[in-house]
């Protein structure tokens, strides 16, 4: 005890006692009253003064940190024929300036015979001003607003001054001198007026008396049914509002407990002294239209107002995300306005956009303004967002892709490509499909031209911080989908709405990075790191906050994203059983912090940030197969991926997998014990491969004409990934074949095994691969006819041809009988093709099968007889010994048919002999029931038959 | 009722109690939900009621909500320690509707504007 008594008598005796002067500093400003500067400067040879008609120096005080120097005049000015005043100025050398009243001027001070209580105020350093401080109004006098600059006084000197009466004629004076202070507070902390621009939905809409926006209450209560209530904050396709009636209400503060958007961060300004509407302007604009027009028109007129109505020549400005653009805008536009800032501190701005807008216009977002399913629609969202030309200028921009690949994905002829420009991408979100507004896709292009993305704001004069979200999860690239395919997000660091790379993209500016990985955005002025930044940014305070840091490489974006391609559940739950998911009764919650989850269709996405052991659990909602993958990430970079493949389920399915540090996790089913492993485990080059592998196809068989086949047909299947030069490394390799046979379900293609197609007929195969990164070419088909059946020939005797007439069937027409693929109409199967050579006559289907008859005699038309000689199918000749077929007629001399003999005899000796006499007909033979013996009147043609290799007949 | 049960529902009661003496989880948020303003302000100021503490606030309502539902489900359970059964119903229900407000201040608590 002895000891600290000690101590703290002996600070006391070594402490200097003008230490306890300068401890007494300040005024105005709130560190106490500085101290009169050191008496060899001081003007001290004009103390005296008799009280007749001025009292002594009564005080001084500093408002915004400049002096003001109060004085009392007793009244009694009867007689005197001049009031004048000097100043006296001094340097830090104590070097002295005087400005003293011209005396030509009359009058030089004006003092008002009741007026008592006058003073001296700086209004900036070099400028003073005299005021009656009775009706706190400037004396009108020509001498009464001085500019000490024009009269060639430096600036940064301390000031004494000097109110003296006198008449020269009578010799009379009198006289009030202050002593000398400080011009500027030297414990003044500048309070530059502060302007605050809020971001996308920062400020109320109300049409009325009916707040439009945000009216958290009606989105978000039980009995909530429909947010069309917001409808009138709609615009039309030109790019303007669709209701003209609405009108801005405040800048968002803290319309709900949960929601913070600005009040905390206002009411720590106040606390620091800024008075709302004095030196604390916020700026509510329409953050649903043009930027540029927000910028140049409202937002450059709102700058002008505060500089008239304000003693200071510059403001300093805190920007929240649109907000940041709309005075970068305006700076870009109008450079003489860049003089006019002060500090500019941008926070959480979309320099170069954000593609979680395209994700708004394409899907629309609840903003997280939903819970259990109740709460704002992300379909109204997107239905309001349609035709809003900022929420296109949000956009990312052409610069964006000088640090990003792209942020759009689509389905190109069923590939999922990636735009890798901007060019593409526009064109891409043209799609008729998407429903978008293509002239504010165009004009949005024009608003981020590249000078102004990047932006240098070295030389412009102006303080400009930037704040940043690095650490959350943020949507970094969106599928476009038009059906057909599985969507897909894409997560880089940010803070949950604005990725890093578009946030920090502004030229010379000190750049603070918030360590956070919650979802940040919408909130980031009211963090108490983020607010406590801005306040030391402001007040020139450079003591480090917690949670800030100006190192990028101090921020942690490390988790595993997981995905869940459908008909499943995902459900996350950490070590605690803190749950994110949909609950048993559809409802959605999120009460792991920092999880990043979205639904997308059926498709479902989470990012998960280290620093938890996660359970994930599957539950299936229908039979099918889904894909799982969960990629490893650190430093926005994807270290490792494990890909699940096609896993089979049922509708009961359930399973769980615990996220491991290697990525190789099993995925275990609890429904029926089954353990399935990764499919694949990719590197980190390999986690890049985007682009499927190219399946081919071949058909070995005997050939006839094309997409037919006249044997059976061996189909191979072969696949490659693709490889795109110069990314060799990022070619993750072929998973797997699937393909499908006439409708069939799908089932893998082995190597070494190809499809042995067998059956006569009209066949499809489907097929696709899938290389091990999950990238899956869109499907092929081919299809083909396998007919291994010549044609049959039939042979009958045409009187009126007076010849032998030839037909045939084919087996084709009864095969196909529909479309295997589309179970339709099949096509038309190609007529048969016949050729006539007298002797030989050649039959030839579809297919390319032939039947070939050849006949004794190569003139059957001039000798009026045909015999068989050879039959042949596809080249094959067949014994034709034990068989007839012998055509024999004659004509009279009127040319009519008198005689015709028609004999056929099959190979197990059925035969018919039919022999007409120009009067009747005698048949005799026998088949396999009976001898013939018939004599018919008239002409009886037989109809021969060609029957695989035998003969038949029939008539 | 035996001291065990006694415990029992002393410890359910607490959860719902004792953040509201410390911190009024509930009586802030009701009393800024009932202010139908831009500028809602707490009815005591703390921790809790920070921007930043939001998440922190809602598992503290999760919190009372099981409290107040245990503490309905045990009167309820232990009804036939009690005399007068028309006060124990009339009690027990009112803290079960109290808990279901509750539950629905943590739907709100829980949400998280992405703007």
């Not at chain 1, 002895?2 to 600070?11: E, H, I």
């Not at chain 2, 124990?88 to 803290?95: G, K, R």
């Amino acid at each position: 005890m002895k000891k600290l008594l000690y101590f703290v008598v002996s600070l006391l005796v070594f402490i200097p006692s003008n230490s306890f002067a300068a401890m007494g500093g300040g005024g105005g400003g709130g560190g106490g009253i500085p101290p009169p500067f050191q008496n060899n400067c001081y003007f001290n040879y004009w103390l005296q003064n008799d009280d007749n008609i001025f009292q002594d120096y009564q005080s001084k005080e500093y408002v915004n940190g400049l002096l003001r120097i109060h004085l009392k005049v007793n009244g009694n000015q009867a007689g005197y024929s001049n009031i004048n005043h000097y100043l006296v100025l001094y340097d830090s050398n104590c070097n002295e300036y005087f400005y003293y009243a011209d005396l030509s001027l009359d009058p030089v001070l004006n003092i008002p015979p009741n007026v008592s209580d006058i003073s001296l105020r700086f209004v900036s350093p070099t400028h003073f001003q005299v005021w009656n401080d009775s009706t706190n109004q400037i004396l009108d006098c020509l001498q009464c607003d001085v500019d000490l600059v024009s009269y060639g006084f430096p600036s940064g000197l301390r000031a004494s001054f000097r109110l003296q009466i006198s008449d020269y004629v009578n010799h009379m004076w009198d006289w009030v001198n202050s002593e000398g202070f400080f011009v500027e507070d030297p414990n003044f902390q500048q309070k530059n007026p502060v302007l605050i621009i809020p971001g996308t939905l920062g400020t109320e809409m109300w049409k009325g008396s009916e707040k439009l926006w945000p009216d958290v209450e009606r989105m978000t209560s039980l009995t909530h049914s429909s947010d069309a209530f917001m409808d009138p904050l709609a615009f039309k396709s030109d790019g303007t509002p669709l209701d003209t009636s609405l009108r801005l209400g405040e800048v968002v503060g803290k319309p709900r407990p949960e929601f913070d958007y600005a009040e905390s961060f206002i009411q720590d300004l106040q606390s620091l002294g800024y008075e709302n509407n004095k030196n604390l302007i916020l700026f509510p604009y329409d953050w649903r239209d043009d930027i540029a027009k927000n910028a140049n028109i409202f937002l450059k007129q709102k700058i002008d107002d505060i500089l008239a109505s304000s003693a200071f020549s510059k403001i300093d400005v805190v920007a929240h995300s649109q907000g940041g653009l709309l005075i970068k805008r305006l700076l870009f536009d109008r450079p003489d306005y860049q003089s006019k800032i002060n500090k500019l501190v941008f926070v959480g701005t979309p320099n170069l956009g954000a593609p979680k807008s395209a994700k708004m216009l394409l899907y629309g977002d609840s903003l997280g303004i939903e819970k259990w399913r109740i709460g704002l629609d992300p379909q109204e969202m997107k239905k309001l967002s349609k035709n809003m030309p900022a929420v296109y200028q949000m956009l990312p921009s052409r610069s964006y892709f000088d640090h990003n690949e792209g942020y759009l994905s689509a389905l190109v002829h069923g590939t999922k490509v990636t735009y890798p420009d901007y060019q593409q991408s526009i064109v891409g979100l043209k799609n008729p499909l998407y429903g978008l507004n293509s002239n504010l896709l165009d004009s949005a292009g024009i608003f981020h031209s590249e000078n102004f993305d990047n932006m240098d704001f070295s030389g412009t004069g102006i303080g400009v911080y930037n704040i940043i979200g690095c650490e959350t999860a943020t949507i970094g690239k969106v599928l476009a989908n038009d059906g057909g395919s599985e969507l897909d997000l894409e997560y880089v660091a940010g803070d949950g709405t604005v990725p890093i790379t578009s946030a920090s993209n502004i030229n010379g500016a000190n750049n603070f990075f918030v360590l956070s990985n919650k979802d940040i955005h919408g909130t980031m002025l009211t963090q108490t790191s983020v607010s406590q930044k801005i306040i030391n940014i402001l007040t020139n305070k450079t003591s480090s906050v917690i949670g800030i840091t100006s190192n990028p490489a101090l921020c942690v974006y490390k988790g595993n994203k997981i995905s869940v391609h459908s008909p499943v559940n995902l459900d996350i739950y950490d070590e605690l059983g803190a749950h994110v998911g949909l609950n048993d009764n559809g409802s959605f919650e999120q009460d792991i912090e920092g999880v990043q989850y979205d639904i997308l269709g059926h498709e479902k996405f989470a990012f998960l940030p280290s620093g938890h052991i996660y359970t994930v659990k599957l539950s299936a909602t229908n039979n099918g197969t889904f894909n799982f993958y969960s990629e490893k990430i650190e430093a926005t970079t994807v270290q490792s991926t494990a890909y699940y493949n096609s896993v089979p389920i049922t509708s009961t399915s359930t399973a769980e997998l615990v996220l491991n540090a290697d990525n190789n996790q099993t995925i275990n089913f609890t429904s029926d014990s089954r353990i399935i492993s990764p499919s694949a485990i990719l590197d980190s080059d390999q986690s890049q491969d985007l682009t499927p592998p190219v399946s081919t196809s071949t058909i070995v068989g005997l050939m006839g004409t094309t997409g037919f086949y006249r044997s059976n047909a061996t189909v191979t299947l072969s696949s490659i990934d693709s490889v795109i030069p110069g990314r060799e490394s990022q070619t993750s390799g072929v998973l797997s074949m699937q393909y499908s046979l006439d409708g069939g379900g799908f089932q893998v293609y082995a190597d070494m095994s190809p499809i042995i197609i067998i059956d006569e007929g009209q066949h499809a195969i489907k097929f696709y691969s899938t290389d091990r990164a999950g990238n899956r070419e869109p499907e092929q088909t081919i299809e083909f006819v396998i007919d291994k059946t010549p044609p049959e020939l039939i042979i009958q005797f045409s009187p009126k041809l007076k010849d032998l007439e030839f037909t045939a069937t084919d087996t084709l027409p009864s095969i196909i009988t529909k479309d295997v693929l589309t179970n339709t109409k099949p096509f038309k199967v190609p007529s048969i093709k016949f050729k006539d050579s007298n002797s030989i006559i050649t039959a030839t289907d579809a297919a390319g099968n032939t039947i070939q008859l050849t006949l004794k005699d190569k003139d059957r038309k001039r000798l009026l007889k045909a015999e068989i000689k050879s039959l042949s199918y596809n080249g094959q000749a067949v014994e034709v010994s034990k068989n007839k077929l012998n055509f024999v007629w004659s004509f009279d001399k009127k040319d009519n048919l008198n005689f015709l003999l028609q004999n056929v005899q099959s190979k197990k000796n059925f035969n018919i002999l039919a022999t007409y006499n120009g009067k009747k007909t005698t048949l005799i033979g026998k088949d396999a029931k009976e001898h013939i013996f018939k004599s018919i009147n008239g002409l009886v043609i037989l109809k021969a038959t060609t029957n695989k290799g035998d003969l038949s007949w029939s008539y | 009722m035996t001291k065990m049960q006694k415990i029992w529902l002393g410890v359910f009661l607490a959860m719902f109690i004792v953040p509201e003496i410390l911190w009024s989880p509930v009586g802030n948020f009701v009393y800024e939900l009932e202010q139908d303003t831009n500028h809602v302000t707490a009815l005591r100021i703390n921790f809790l009621t920070k921007s930043e503490n939001i998440d922190l606030w809602s598992w503290v309502l999760l919190l009372q909500f099981f409290g107040l539902l245990f503490t309905a489900i045990y009167l309820i359970v232990l009804k036939k320690k009690f005399k007068n059964q028309v006060v124990l119903w009339v009690i027990a229900v009112s803290i079960f509707v109290l808990s279901l407000y509750v539950l629905n201040l943590y739907r709100l608590s829980s949400m998280r504007f992405t703007l």
